[in-house]
Each structure stands twice: as C-alpha cells, then as structure tokens.
Nanobody, 125 residues
Framework: VQLQASGGGLVQAGGSLRLSCAASGRPLSSYAVSWIRQAPGKEREFVASITWSGGSTYYVDSVKGRFTISRDNAKNTVYLQMNSLKPEDTAVYYC???????????????????WGQGTLVTVSS
C-alpha cells in the first residue's frame, strides 16, 4: 500500500483545512488509519485514528471538538477535517495504516505497516 497525504497549507488561526490520505496498491478497507503530526523541534504526536469500518474514532484531547477523522473506503481515502486551527497545530501531518479489523481505534505512535510522506500545515497567528 502506498499512502499519499495531501491538503496541507498555510492558514490563519481560526481557519480550516481538510487533509486527505489516499491509498493505492491495495484496498484500504482492511486497515485502521491514524493521523500523526510532528511540529518543528518536537516529538511526534498522535492526533486521531479511525477503525477499518469507520465505526469508531479516537482523538487526542488537544484536537477534540475541532478535528474530525473520516474515511471513504470506496475512494480508498481517509480524511482529517481540521477546524478552528491554532498556531500550535502547525506541524507536518502524516497518515499511517495498520492491518486491523478491531472495533477499537488505534492509539499508537509506532508499529504501523505503512506511512504517508507527510503534508505541512502552517497556522499563522
């Protein structure tokens, strides 16, 4: 599976962006998918995850109520809708996938089968 993350850019605080993680090479429907970010000079941080079916999601506290993860298995794509963006959301955002048919969303930073290349989100104050 190849993952292509896109949708990043420069936005003012309070604005919105939608990130996409498009998969090719194999259906994404058997994979749980997470979004993970890394700000300059900081360690990677788990952001959100979604189960293979889309039936369950999980968010880090700092993005709850502002970010929404979703998926369209017919389009082999997972999305991250980011609203009310803050300067502290500035980071490179990576999508990562792991084979999992569990009904519980992943909450891990590592041990994924595939990673996307990352897309930069910059939020100006």
């Amino acid at each position: 599976v190849q993952l292509q993350a896109s949708g990043g850019g420069l936005v003012q605080a309070g604005g919105s962006l939608r990130l996409s993680c498009a998969a090719s090479g194999r259906p994404l429907s058997s994979y749980a998918v997470s979004w993970i970010r890394q700000a300059p000079g900081k360690e990677r941080e788990f952001v959100a995850s979604i189960t293979w079916s889309g039936g369950s999601t999980y968010y880090v506290d700092s993005v709850k109520g502002r970010f929404t993860i979703s998926r369209d298995n017919a389009k082999n794509t997972v999305y991250l809708q980011m609203n009310s963006l803050k300067p502290e959301d500035t980071a490179v955002y990576y999508c990562a996938a792991k084979v999992s048919m569990s009904s519980y969303p992943l909450r891990r930073l590592y041990d994924y089968d595939y990673w996307g290349q990352g897309t930069l989100v910059t939020v100006s104050s």
